[in-house]
């Protein structure tokens, strides 16, 4: 059974060019209503964490954020792997830190955009059958970050079983067993529809 009185802890390790101020507002929503809770952020650009540092300060919520700095590859997948939960933004996606959270087993709760960058994490969720962590919009995605804070133990069920569909992201020979089915059938459809 989860620790219910541990800190929870959420993350977004995107580069601080991916953030608005619909994840900002997002963001604020969820730690107001998740008291015992704090907020990775990458710490990778000055004016950046200046400016993000003021609206968080101004809203009461300075001490729950955190920022991170760039390190080696294996002290940053250990962080993510220690978060409770990654939260994605909305406008361009996590993309290769989407595939490094799930490879680490760390659920990822993003928005189904409508552009290819804003699609790229929920694709490989959807890949590897976690659906349910896909959001329908700004305010299912605050509503999904609440109940995964309060229900802890269903998160670490879901958390366990990432570890093991993750796996589907890293195997490169059955991507290529799939990408030339694609291109035999694509060639089939050349052949008996010629232009």
Known sequence: SSDASK?????????????????IEAWCQILQRCKHSSLLLLSDNQNAQES?????TER?????IKFVPRSSHYKY??????????????????????????????PLLT???????????ASLLHHIGASSLICRDRQDYIEK???FYENRDELEVLRRSLGKRSNI?????????????????????WQNNPI
């Not at 290529?176 to 459809?189: A, N, W």
């Open 7 to 23: 800190p929870f802890v959420f993350c977004c390790l995107n580069n601080t060019y991916k953030i608005s101020e619909a994840e």
């Open 52 to 56: 993000l540092s003021k609206i968080f």
């Open 60 to 64: 009461f919520l300075i001490d729950r």
């Open 77 to 106: 997948l250990k962080k993510l792997s220690e978060v409770d939960l990654f939260l994605d933004t909305f406008l361009v996606n996590a993309h290769t830190t989407a595939a490094d959270a799930l490879r680490v087993g760390t």
């Open 111 to 121: 928005v189904f955009g409508n552009k290819f960058a804003s699609r790229v994490a």
């Open 145 to 147: 970050a609440v109940h």
């Open 169 to 189: 992201l890293f195997d490169p020979v059955s991507y290529v067993k799939r990408i030339e089915e694609l291109y035999i059938r694509v060639l089939k459809h």
